[in-house]
């Protein structure tokens, strides 16, 4: 089956790092995907991982290891417009359609 | 402007209402998804055509059907809606390369409530 769990909510302060965990079990992966949504938008394009490593870009970055079905976004320098739910995605490998699987999302609220 | 963008942004309707929502991308993008996210924000996803052919078609009632004029337009019609058709509806766009699809552009919504 495919499954993918994040936690549901976090807290964090301003200026702190805040690190949100997913895991996934997926019966096939062609890449990992990081979405932000702010309340009533669209989610947008953060990050994309499909090897194992840290992906940088400026204040966040992205953590894959597929041999654990694990990933992480880890966001520095935390803001008050980071406040946001944050999916992750996987880019489902078992048929060539691009397919996401999401997670249910993670809200994360930064207090000053 | 470039961008996903989707007609209403917002529909209120009685149950058993037929209604349509549009969605266009000038992205250049070859392929297009409608997702539905409900109240639990879970984002799930609905169909896909890549290059006005229908590449996924997840398990959705068939009073959902799509329609891809061109490869810049996929619009959702929606027949004899019912109360569990509320959600927020997202349409999205991506580019495929050497056989990849890329990150996803998603449009602003379409929030759907069915008296």
């Known amino acids: 089956g495919q499954n993918i769990d994040q936690p549901t909510e976090m807290t964090a302060t301003e200026g702190a790092i805040v690190q949100i965990n997913c895991t996934y079990q997926t019966s096939g992966f062609n890449g990992l995907f990081w979405y932000q949504q702010h309340a009533g938008e669209a989610p947008t394009f953060l990050s994309y991982n499909v090897l194992d490593g840290l992906e940088e870009k400026g204040r966040f970055s992205s953590f894959l290891s597929r041999s654990k079905g694990y990933s992480y976004l880890l966001l520095k320098e935390l803001q008050m417009k980071d406040s946001a739910s944050y999916l992750c995605?996987?880019?489902?490998?078992?048929?060539?359609?691009?397919?996401?699987?999401f997670g249910q999302g993670t809200t994360l609220q930064v207090k000053p | 402007d470039t961008a996903v963008s989707q007609t209403p942004k917002y529909l209120v309707t009685q149950m058993g209402n037929d209604k349509s929502i549009k969605c266009e991308q000038n992205l250049g993008h070859d392929t297009m998804y409608w997702y539905k996210q409900d109240s639990k924000k879970f984002l799930k996803i609905m169909f896909s055509y890549n290059n006005k052919e229908l590449i996924i078609n997840e398990t959705v009632p068939n009073r959902f059907s799509p329609k891809s004029p061109d490869k810049a337009h996929l619009n959702l019609h929606i027949n004899s809606l019912e109360l569990g058709d509320s959600a927020v509806y997202f349409c999205?766009?991506?580019?495929?390369?050497?056989?990849?699809?890329?990150?996803?552009?998603f449009g602003p919504g379409t929030r759907l409530t069915v008296l």
């Open positions: 999205a766009s991506s580019h495929t390369s050497g056989g990849a699809y890329n990150e996803q552009f």
């Open positions: 995605a996987v880019r489902d490998g078992s048929s060539n359609t691009g397919k996401l699987i």
